[in-house]
């Protein structure tokens, strides 16, 4: 047998939901620069209950973990697939907080929208079974 790397298929499932995550993770960290207020805030104001460091510290530990599970998944990882379901959920409840926090509603719109797709093709049957879940 040659010692060769076996090659694996990955799925496209696995490849679209890699590519979403991918864009979280820059959304992620575009939302951290907002909050250093390095990037001007684009669609409506955003406010961290008036702590807005928090909210960059929160968005880079965010950015981070986004970019961990994008090279995971794209590794076809089994793990990767249960932290972007996680990570997706966290990202959903960062939103409300926001909202809470005087940031405008579609200032956050965006962000809800891509996580609540992450979260719905994430838990898909079709993904789960790429993964061995099923």
């Given amino acids: 047998m040659s010692t060769s790397a076996v090659t694996r298929h990955r ?3 696995v490849t679209i939901l890699a590519i979403l995550a991918g864009i ?5 960290l ?3 620069l907002q ?10 104001p955003l406010q961290f ?3 807005d460091l928090i909210a960059a510290l ?3 530990v965010t950015t981070a973990i986004w970019i961990w599970a994008v090279v995971n998944l794209w590794n076809l990882n089994p793990q990767a697939l249960t932290f972007v379901v996680i990570l997706a959920a966290w990202n959903l ?8 926090g005087a940031s405008t509603f579609g200032a956050v719109l965006p962000g809800i929208i891509l ?3 992450i979260l719905i093709y994430g838990m898909s049957p079709g993904v789960r079974r790429s993964f061995g879940m099923l």
């Fill in 11 to 13: 799925p496209i499932g």
């Fill in 24 to 28: 979280s993770a820059l959304s992620a």
């Fill in 30 to 32: 575009w939302r951290t």
């Fill in 35 to 44: 909050y250093l207020h390095i990037l001007p805030f684009t669609l409506g």
């Fill in 49 to 51: 209950y008036g702590f």
């Fill in 58 to 60: 929160l968005w880079g």
């Fill in 93 to 100: 409840i960062l939103a409300v907080l926001e909202i809470f």
């Fill in 115 to 117: 996580h609540g797709v």
